[in-house]
């Protein structure tokens, strides 16, 4: 999928909340400014968030109660070994009622699962290329 601007990756995103559900896990992966966090921001007003939704990069996590669902979207990109994320209990947030984003996930080492998607964003110019893939039958 090709995506113009980003309107075009809020409206992706707004698509891809359709198909999320409790439980669930998503991998993104792109170069930084590939527009992961925008892509989070149109998944979280597609699943009825109205608030603003800022990048996690300082904080690990960003927290966020929609209609009942608990979301969680996670940026690792400063994440220097994965033993930290040990120390914030990482494994508390993943269960079967959140549905959880993450972020730069190869900085968490093993210490999670495979996914439920991977989305791989590439860049080409002011262009943006989603590549999607499910990874368990959810």
Known sequence: MIIKDEQGMLAAGKQLALKLKAGMIVFLEG????????????????????????????????????????????DWYRVKDAE????????????NESICFVEWPVNGGDLLTEPDLLIKINIYGTERELLISNYKDS
Do not use: C, W
Request: aromatic share 12%; no cysteine.
């Open 31 to 74: 170069d930084l400014g590939a527009g992961k966090t925008t892509l989070v921001r149109g998944i979280l007003q597609g699943l009825g968030h109205q608030g603003a939704v800022k990048s996690p990069t300082y904080n690990l996590v960003e927290p966020y109660i929609i209609n009942d669902q608990p979301v969680f979207h996670f």
């Open 84 to 95: 930290e994320l040990e120390y914030m209990g990482i494994r508390d947030y993943f269960n």
